[in-house]
Structure formats: C-alpha cells, structure tokens
C-alpha cells in the first residue's frame, strides 16, 4: 500500500471478495506522508498494517544504481529496477515470511493463465496501462501476483475509493521518481554523487566544440531544451561520451536510428523463444510500440532492428517486448546501433 488511490482500491477489492487482506507499506526514504495515508485507508477497511522498513536496501539496490548508471553517460529507468528486485523480490518474500500467498499491487496490468503458461497484459485504461514497468518480472514472481485494478479504469478507481469513504480518493497523481519528490534531477544527483559532475564540451557530430555543460548527468539522449546553444536549427542530444565527458549533439533527424543492442532480457514464457522474434517494442514508457525483430548475439546480448527509424534510442532505458497486449519480455539498452 503505497499510500495512494491505486493500492488502496485493489485492497478494498480484495477485501470484497473475501480474501485474508494484510496491507504492507515499504518505508523507502527518511520522511514519507504515504505511510499515514497508508494506515488511515488500513483502518477504514479494517485490515492489519505493517511498515517494512527498506531503506537499506532501496538505497544501495535503487538509488546507487540510478546515480552510477547516469554518471556513466546512461538514463536508467529506477521503477522497472524497483518492480523487480524491491517491490516483487523483497517484498514479496517479507509477505511470504508472514503468510501470504500472493502479493497483490495498484498497478494497471493484468495476470492471466493460458494453459500452464502465465501471462503478463496490458491494463485495460490505455492511458494508464504500467505493463512496461514489469517487464523484468519472471513466470513465477507472476504466479503470486494480483492486480485487482488492472481491468478498471482511472475514473473507475476514484469512484470506488469515494463509494468506500478512502481519503486516497481525491489524491493527487504523482508523475515524479519517489526519491527525487521535487523532480530535480541534476540537483539530487550533484549532492549524491561522491565526485560531483564536471563541465565539458558540447559538441556537434564532427568534434566542433558549440558549448559547455554543465555536468553530463544533466542531460539525456534527445533533449532539446536546457543546452544554450544558438543554432540555425534547433539541436538535440544523440550521444553522451563520458570518456570525453562531452555531450553530443545534432538536428532531430539525426536522433533517429533503427538499430540498438539490449542486454539482461527477460523473457516471460516458461521456454526461450524461436528467434528471430517478430514484436512491438517500446523503448521508454510513453514512446509508441513499433515492429522490430529480436536476434541473440554471441555475447549473450540481443541485436533489435525496427521497421521504421525511432527517434532517441537512450542507452540504459528499458524496452519491453509486446504481441498484441500481452507483454513477453524485455531487457536494458545497451548501446545505439549493432
């Protein structure tokens, strides 16, 4: 229960149905309101409530990867890290340890059986649909796992949390990583980081130096705004070099590309599949699914070629593998290009 509308509906919808409820609320940072907001809908519904505390291992399991991953030119995706190692591996074997049988969340994505297999699909609200922050989920982390809300929509979900008297009802969507609250970045990661990040050169394709940045943990692949620069054309960000420490950039058509290398991919079914595997990839969460095929290389890393240029292939972001609305896999961006 984190505190907001989503996990407080799915517990009331559980307790509706007749499930034995227990509503667990991970305490991730030094301060968090959540946590009361947690305990009040907990006493509505008369369910027991527990905080585990997470700090340690949010820290050194979320966090220190955020920082490193962009003090290394990357843009990591923290939540997809989080699902998998925190919310559906820590947690979940806490839950286990006081008895559950399944843990059960807010978001919007559905489980379902076809046969022996377990299957991972998209929410029904489009809108709203986090299948690709669960990506890295395997079969049997799935197997213990329920998304009461996730054949609702957001409208719905308020309605329900209204019709139960939840004080979550009217809360606020947050859109904001939970450990930098004031969506600052560049600011949190200078004050994190043990060597604060230096100022370097802006440069464009051919090595011409344009300008200088203020610290290549401020910026990230495609960004157009923040550099000043003048140009005759606007100019995008189509490469971080942190062994120059430089940011790269050039016109928009030059952020496209159809090739990247991922590696760390998850497959969803209970046996690899045949390859080459004809998908919809997405490459960030709010980028549209486009035809790609997926090929494995002799490193162990996997070669995804689109059908169509993609604009900003980011390093160090998450792409997931769909067909149809169901979601199959996914992995890491390595690299732009093969």
Not at 142 to 155: E, N, Q, V, Y
Not at 169 to 196: M, T
Request: net charge neutral; proline share 6%.
């Amino acid at each position: 229960m984190s505190g907001g509308v989503d996990s407080s509906v799915a517990a009331a919808l559980l307790k509706e149905e007749g499930h034995d409820v227990i509503g667990l609320t991970m305490r991730l940072m030094p301060h968090s309101a959540a946590i009361e907001d947690a305990r009040k809908v907990a006493n509505i519904l008369g369910i027991p409530h527990h905080v585990i505390d997470f700090r340690d291992i949010f820290a050194r399991t979320i966090i220190d990867d955020f920082c490193r991953e962009y003090a290394l030119g990357r843009t990591p995706n923290p939540c997809v890290r989080c699902n998998e190692y925190i919310k559906f591996g820590a947690l979940r074997e806490k839950a286990a340890e006081m008895g559950a049988d399944f843990i059960a969340t807010g978001h919007y994505a559905r489980v379902e059986k076809d046969g022996t297999e377990i299957l991972l699909k998209k929410g029904i609200d489009t809108k709203k649909d986090q299948s690709y922050f669960l990506c890295r989920l395997t079969c049997e982390q799935l197997s213990h796992t329920m998304f009461p809300i996730g054949h609702l929509t957001k409208i719905k979900v308020r309605q329900i949390a209204r019709e139960n008297g939840l004080p979550t009802a009217s809360r606020p969507e947050s859109q904001e990583i939970c450990f930098i609250p004031d969506n600052d970045y560049a600011g949190f990661l200078k004050g994190y980081l043990k060597q604060p990040p230096q100022p370097g050169p802006i440069m464009d394709g051919r090595g011409n130096v344009l300008g200088e940045h203020r610290g290549i943990t401020a910026y990230t692949i495609g960004q157009r705004h923040g550099l000043g620069i003048a140009a005759a054309e606007p100019l995008y960000i189509t490469a971080i070099a942190p062994d120059r420490n430089a940011v790269v950039v050039g016109t928009k058509a030059q952020t496209y590309g159809t090739e990247l290398v991922a590696g760390n991919l998850n497959w969803m079914a209970s046996k690899s599949p045949d390859y080459p595997v004809n998908v919809k990839a997405r490459i960030r969460y709010r980028h549209p699914e486009a035809a790609a095929a997926v090929t494995p290389l002799e490193d162990g890393n996997y070669y995804v070629k689109f059908a169509a240029p993609q604009m900003a292939i980011t390093p160090g972001q998450t792409i997931a593998f769909y067909d149809g609305d169901t979601i199959i896999g996914g992995g890491t961006i390595i690299r732009q290009g093969r």
